[in-house]
């Protein structure tokens, strides 16, 4: 057959979809909702991949993996080679086929989506990502030899992963300092087991481990110690990727009211603290019967589905745009729905109600309309006179967005910031401090899991150039 046919009859494959838990099981346990592709689905979906001569997929991807070349050897079934393939440009492959928004970036720029459905890439990178890890094969990528030059990574997040595996690769002596007890940053303590298990995140971070990189668990950086203690100790270079976990509250009349409170709070003692396993650990949750989600992000989805699953009669989103200006992900908004979320679309909050004891029982709401375009390029929501109603509610979950957290730069006030706290850096992560760097949430605000990848990637590759000029 020639090959225009052979390329004809690829584009006529339909996407090949992932088996899901049902929703009305699913909505009930924390178990993994999507379940993966099979082998031959797999090998099946791979056959679509045109292979083009300049792929555009590969520009769509911030840390820009061999997106072809991994295809092409799941279509030939060499599958530890693929994830190795992966491996070299991203040590988190399980995390990303999950997570990533592949629909607005690598599949938004494949080629087929123009006419057809595009490769499904992020299943196909989850696929071989969780063979190795079911085969037991984790590989490594290679690293230069050590040269005992010693930097620091503040934040084991996707940014400060990421940084330290490609400096570890160069041959640098890597220590990453993070605050809490486990590592992984949001991936463990903000998005939820059903969405991306512990397990997971654990298995990928275990890389670092391969490649030499010293991890120091609660090292708080601005509180135990300093920066100036890490010049001090010899670091001569550090990459801040702090993320940017302070919570940003709606006000409103009645904020302090009692079951009122962060998707931050609640998501992280759902996840890092295990709080969905109560008593087993011991950790308290408030929940709710009548639960209101404010926001429309995926923060918003992942807590209106975790408060479902953990009993909530009825849990609401309360959104001020149409679904359409949602910044989730359109997969978890889908999923939301098919599991019984309410969404209250148009509508935005105008006070919390409580009753004499400081409890909150009701939201007072008011409908909007779209007007002009505003300053993020979304429409504008406009109330409409007259139109306020009220939602019962005993839990109020404020996911609304979040802001640098000031701890670690108000005890380093040299370090540049902009008006909203993230530090200033250029296109290579550099900050105004000759020596450090930083990437990932810390600097953009809050964005996603491979954008702050990309940004520890670039900042890696400038700390090396940097670094050079110390090593004998
Ligand atoms: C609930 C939720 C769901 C999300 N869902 C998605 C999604 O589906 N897809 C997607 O792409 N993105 C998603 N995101 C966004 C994404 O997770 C973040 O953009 C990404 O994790 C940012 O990475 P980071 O390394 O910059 O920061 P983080 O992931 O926040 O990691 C920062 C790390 O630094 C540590 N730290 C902070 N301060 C200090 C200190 N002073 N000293 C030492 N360590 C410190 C923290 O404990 C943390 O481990 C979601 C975010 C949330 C909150």
Redesign the pocket.
Known sequence: MSEVKKKKRRVDIPRNKMLEQNPNLRNKNFKEVNLGYTEDIAKAEAERCLQCARPLCVDGCPVNIDIPGFIKLIKEGNYRASVERIKDFNILPAV?G????QEVQCEGKCVLGKKFEPVAIGHLERYVADWERENKIFSCPECKAQNNIKAAI?????????CAAELAKEGYDITI????H???????????EF??PKEIVATEINTLEMLNVNIRYN?????IITIEDLFNKGYKSIFI?????TPIFLRVPGANLKGVIS??EY?TRINLMKGYDFPNYKTPINLGKFVTVIGG???A???ARSALRLGAEKVTIVYRRALEQMP??KE?IHHAQEEGIDFKLLTNPLQFIGDISGNVIEMEVIKMELGELDASGRARPIPIENSEFRIRTDLIIN?IG?NS?P??TSTYPKLELNKWGNIITDDNGKTNIDGIYA??????G????????G??RRAAKAMNEYLIQFIE
Do not use: H, Q, W
Request: proline residues 4%; negative net charge; charged residues 10%.
């Open positions: 990303c999950r997570v990533c928004p503040i934040g084991l997040g996707p940014a400060g992963i990421t300092f993070e605050a809490f486990e590592g992984g940053g949001v991936l463990v303590y903000g998005i939820p969405r991306l090292m708080v950086i601005g509180k990727g702090i993320g940017a976990g998707a931050n998501l992000g995926n923060v989805m992942d807590a989730a992900r978890e996911a979040n957290n701890l670690l990437g990932g949430d810390i600097v953009t809050s964005a996603t899991v491979i954008s702050a990848m940004a520890g």
